[in-house]
């Protein structure tokens, strides 16, 4: 199944994470099923929404998100 | 580059981005990104947000008065890294609140390819990652 990164902090205003035609293993298409993931390991089902030139909007099921299993440190922000 | 750019740049999204009003937060609001800011993921957020708003910036869940922790629920990462709008101003960023809350946008006011510092500076603004509080809401 292609793969197509995407930054699952950047949410549109209709609810589609935006992504580039480029960052996907092979070109998609409309109605593609796909599995969206960034570089921290994270990955989820998606369905391409909409292709807009090299523009390509994503229908995440967050439901199927699978975290990356990290070790991380337990600092908390500073103001 | 610096702050100044940064501004420009969000005062050109202003006229374009989603057409929602956009707000300037305060610099002691947070700034709650999901994930561990991987200079990857940060580069190609930068390239995407180029293309789609014509802007060098990236994402992120901010609000007034709103701690970080709820900020992070936002998030459906399993580790999140915080900062503050006040933090990224020093640091030669903008930050404005953009689209459906908590959504905002960090305005980078350069291009991250040409100049790598920017995305290290960007890096460096926020602090180690920390599990999200999300989690243990399951």
Not at chain 1, 34 to 52: C, I, Q, S, W
Not at chain 2, 71 to 78: N, S, V
Not at chain 2, 81 to 88: E, K, N, Q
Request: proline residues 5%; charged residues 25%; hydrophobic residues 40%.
């Amino acid at each position: 199944m292609t793969r197509v990164w995407v930054d699952f902090n950047s949410l549109d205003g209709e609810g589609l994470y935006p992504t580039l035609q480029k960052f996907a293993s092979s070109p998609v298409s409309i109605g593609e099923r796909v599995v969206a993931f960034d570089y921290d390991g994270n990955e989820a089902a998606a369905l391409v929404a909409a292709v807009d030139g090299g523009v390509v909007r994503l229908q995440v099921d967050l439901g199927t998100f699978r975290e990356a299993l990290q070790l991380v440190e337990t600092s908390r922000p500073n103001s | 580059m610096g702050l100044a750019e940064a501004r420009r740049a969000a005062r050109r999204a202003r006229r374009t981005y989603w057409k929602n009003e956009l707000v300037r937060l305060p610099d002691n609001a947070y700034v709650v990104r999901g994930g561990t800011c991987q200079f990857r993921d940060l580069l190609r957020s930068a390239e995407m947000t180029r293309e789609t708003i014509g802007e060098w910036a990236v994402s992120a869940a901010s609000g007034v008065d709103t701690p970080w922790e709820s900020l992070a629920q936002a998030h459906a990462h399993g580790t999140v890294s915080a900062t503050t709008a006040g933090r990224l101003r020093s640091a030669g960023f903008e930050v404005m609140l953009t689209g459906k809350p908590p959504h905002c946008t960090v305005y980078l006011g350069a291009d991250p390819a040409d100049n790598e510092s920017v995305i290290e500076r960007l890096r460096a603004a926020f602090d180690a990652p920390v599990p999200n509080p999300r989690r243990k809401t399951k």
